[in-house]
């Protein structure tokens, strides 16, 4: 399954002018790409997230991952609901294309049971939907919205993951998202033909 993932991964990365965005569900995510091989096979250089970084150390490390925008591109690789996927901004060619790798459901814990018995109480049969499915959804919209920050910004967006394209996902998504959603058959170089026509289309 990673190296489907990486697979695609590369076909979105050599298709995009310049920039690409990488936001996996979790760290787990981001660390088994790394762990099977992802740098090796990037055309463009990587710059990616690490769990624990100080707010210093990632501005150094977004900072030099936006100046490749205007010097062939690079890769940035980060976790969806980490300080980057939510609090970065990323116009023109800072970044064109964000890959959106897996649905960032939350790991069962204690507080996030006790969240969902929450909202249950107050709202009742739509405790798991406010706290367990929505979060996830905001976290993934979030990571998807980082190259449209202006009304003059273009980017290609591409949901790693099947379930984007259920009803039920899509019921939890913005329109801004759903309204221009294609789905595409997982085969081979499908999304390269995509995502390099769009840009075509840009120019």
């Known amino acids: ?10 076909e979105v990365v050599n298709s995009t002018p310049t920039n690409t965005g990488i936001f996996t569900a ?14 090796n096979t990037l055309l463009k250089p990587l710059f990616h997230e ?39 901004d990323f116009p ?27 909202y249950d109480k107050c709202f ?12 996830a959804m905001k976290k993934a919209s979030q990571a998807a919205g980082r190259p449209i920050r202006t009304l003059e910004d273009r980017g290609a967006i591409v949901f790693l993951d099947y379930r984007f394209s259920t009803a039920y996902c899509k019921s939890y998504l913005p329109s801004w998202i759903t309204s221009g959603m ?10 390269a033909v995509e995502v390099s026509s769009f840009f075509r289309a840009q120019a």
């Open 124 to 135: 009742p049969g739509l405790g798991r939907e406010y706290g367990y499915v929505l979060p």
């Open 26 to 39: 979790s760290f787990e995510v981001l660390n088994s790409l790394l762990a099977e091989g992802l740098e």
């Open 182 to 191: 294609k789905v595409l058959p997982d085969k081979k170089g499908v999304l």
């Open 50 to 88: 690490k769990r624990g970084m100080t707010s210093k150390a990632n501005e150094k490390l977004v900072g030099d991952f936006k100046a490749c925008g205007d010097k062939g591109g690079a890769v940035f690789l980060g976790a969806q609901g980490g300080r980057t996927s939510e609090g970065v």
């Open 1 to 10: 399954m990673y190296q489907k993932m990486i697979e695609r991964i590369n």
């Open 92 to 118: 023109g060619n800072q970044m064109n294309s964000v890959v959106v790798v897996g649905v960032p459901y939350a790991e069962p814990t204690p507080r996030v049971k006790a969240q969902i018995e929450y």
